[in-house]
């Protein structure tokens, strides 16, 4: 029913609208979805390298503090003399280093930053030579020649060199933030574009969804009306239908029970007339026997003899045999009219408790056929016809034991399961086989599948089919030749008297 239904929408027009709205529905939520996650990834991006400019800005300008502050205390250590100046200027110095390599960490991934930072490390290495210098002539007391020498140094434009550095530096820091902005306003105009565009969609698709909808509910309420009134006298052609149909079949059930019934008197004619025909061949084989002897001359036709004491038995032999199976058959058809005219008795059944019962009851054939026989427990309980399912029961585990696979040990299996609705008993064997073309065939009456090497008429399991329709179930076999085969039983959990 759900492939229909889905056909039946496709082929609709409003069920084809429908589709295509919520398609460009989910389209244009999947590109918002994309967008934003485009947006939030190129945001966070730009977050990152914003704090990494800042970062570089930030060890620039202590670098550039800590240089500065390293010169001042050389000054301040040259003039006066005092100690103070020259541990500022170690403790300036010892800042200054780790600062530096971490800025040369920061710029490693700018091409343009690498030579202003080999100036940076170039220049800081001469200032630093010039500046130990004079320390060493002020702390040897030689203040004088410490003087003369930072007037005959260009340390001034060395330090004037490194802060040109150093902004050269920043200003590059400064370029790329700017450049990052610029990118994120573009990100930012791209991904409000596209969240707008996909709004538009979004409200386009429920005003057509919201139409198309107002429109099918306008066609289903008209359907309904028109299905209310066919429902008004859909109860009544139901009943006049399945009076009729019942009448049908009581009437199918009474001219097969009439047909078969009168079957029965010529065949029971031809049976007796037999039996006499039967008794009369020994007198007369005897007869034919007691002229040889005493009278040979009279007996001189040799067809004669054979008539009296092969062809004529023979004959009554294969009557016998044809109206014993014509009498079987009549029998199998009484049968399936008999059974459908009995009324049910449906009664709580423990399926577990019945298939044990017979097995018992056909026990010592499963021993001679040296079958081994499983019932698998729990089993359901059921409520329905306990003589009609005892005889489907029978009859699909007795065929189970019946045809064996001639190279293996017989194994029967039976289970039983639960689903919504239904109660499937499955009774699975490890025989011959079925032919998958005779999996339908093999239910009709008379119908026989495979080799015939066992006693049977082709009624059994045409039996089991019509007592599985009155209990409200279906029955159904899986097989390959030379696999075995399992049948599955399908019953309601609750036998429907009416529906019986």
């Given amino acids: 029913m759900q492939g229909v239904d889905t056909a039946s929408t496709a082929e609709n027009p409003i069920g084809r609208i429908l589709i295509a709205a919520m398609a460009t529905g989910f389209i244009a939520l999947l590109v918002a979805a994309v967008a934003a996650a485009y947006a939030i990834r190129q945001g966070n991006r730009h977050t990152d390298w914003v704090i990494h400019t800042y970062r570089v800005e930030s060890v620039l300008t202590e670098a550039r503090r800590l240089a500065e502050q390293q010169e001042t205390a050389r000054r301040g250590y040259?003039?006066?003399?005092?100690?103070?100046?020259?541990?500022?200027?170690?403790?300036?110095?010892?800042?200054?280093?780790?600062?530096?390599?971490?800025?040369?960490?920061?710029?490693?991934?700018?091409?343009?930053?690498?030579?202003?930072?080999?100036?940076?490390?170039?220049?800081?290495?001469?200032?630093?030579?010039?500046?130990?210098a004079t320390n060493e002539l002020v702390r040897q007391g030689r203040g004088a020649e410490a003087l003369r020498h930072f007037r005959a140094d260009s340390g001034l434009q060395r330090m004037a060199g490194l802060r040109a550095i150093f902004e050269t530096m920043a200003q590059e820091e400064r370029r790329l933030l700017a450049l990052r902005d610029a990118e994120q306003i573009a990100s930012r105009r791209t991904f409000s574009i596209v969240v707008t565009v996909a709004g538009l969609l979004f409200v386009l698709v429920s005003v057509v969804s919201f139409l198309t909808v107002r429109r099918y509910t306008a066609d289903l309420h008209r359907s309904r009306t028109a299905l209310a009134g066919l429902n008004a006298t859909l109860e009544?052609?139901?009943?006049?239908?399945?009076?009729?149909?019942?009448?049908?079949?009581?009437?199918?059930?009474?001219?097969?029970?009439?047909?078969?019934?009168?079957?029965?008197?010529?065949?029971?004619n031809v049976m007796g007339f037999t039996a006499e025909l039967s008794a009369a061949t020994q007198p007369l084989s005897d007869l034919i026997d007691r002229a040889e002897a005493e009278a040979p001359h009279i007996v001189t036709e040799e067809e004669a003899r054979l008539a009296a004491r092969e062809d004529l038995p023979e004959a009554i032999g294969f009557i016998r045999t044809s109206t014993a199976k014509m009498d079987r058959l009549i029998n199998a058809i009484l049968k399936l009219s008999r059974e459908g005219r009995r009324v049910l008795a449906p009664e709580m059944i423990a399926l577990d408790q019945l298939v044990e019962q017979i097995t018992d009851s056909i026990r010592h054939v499963i021993d001679d056929r040296g079958v081994t026989l499983t019932i698998?427990?729990?089993?359901?309980?059921?409520?329905?016809?306990?003589?009609?399912?005892?005889?489907?029961?029978?009859?699909?585990?007795?065929?189970?034991?019946?045809?064996?696979?001639?190279?293996?040990?017989?194994?029967?299996?039976?289970?039983?399961?639960?689903?919504?609705?239904?109660?499937?008993?499955?009774?699975?064997?490890?025989?011959?086989?079925?032919?998958?073309?005779?999996?339908?065939?093999?239910?009709?009456?008379?119908?026989?599948?495979?080799?015939?090497?066992?006693?049977?008429?082709?009624?059994?399991?045409?039996?089991?089919?019509?007592?599985?329709?009155?209990?409200?179930?279906?029955?159904?076999?899986?097989?390959?030749?030379?696999?075995?085969?399992?049948?599955?039983?399908?019953?309601?959990?609750?036998?429907?008297?009416?529906?019986?």
């Fill in 78 to 132: 040259m003039l006066a003399g005092t100690p103070a100046f020259l541990a500022s200027f170690e403790r300036a110095h010892a800042a200054l280093v780790p600062r530096i390599a971490e800025l040369r960490h920061l710029t490693a991934d700018n091409a343009r930053q690498q030579a202003p930072m080999n100036g940076v490390v170039q220049q800081l290495a001469e200032i630093e030579r010039s500046q130990r």
């Fill in 236 to 268: 009544e052609q139901v009943h006049e239908r399945t009076a009729d149909l019942a009448l049908a079949n009581e009437e199918i059930q009474r001219f097969a029970y009439i047909v078969s019934h009168d079957l029965r008197s010529p065949l029971v």
């Fill in 376 to 500: 698998e427990r729990p089993m359901p309980v059921i409520v329905s016809d306990r003589v009609a399912l005892e005889q489907i029961l029978s009859n699909l585990i007795e065929n189970a034991t019946k045809y064996r696979h001639p190279t293996r040990p017989a194994e029967v299996h039976v289970s039983a399961s639960e689903t919504p609705g239904r109660v499937i008993v499955a009774i699975r064997d490890n025989g011959r086989g079925i032919d998958p073309r005779d999996h339908q065939r093999i239910f009709d009456l008379f119908r026989r599948s495979g080799q015939q090497d066992q006693p049977g008429e082709g009624i059994g399991l045409a039996h089991v089919r019509a007592l599985a329709y009155r209990l409200g179930g279906t029955i159904s076999v899986e097989s390959q030749l030379g696999e075995g085969a399992t049948f599955f039983l399908s019953l309601p959990p609750t036998l429907s008297i009416e529906g019986a």
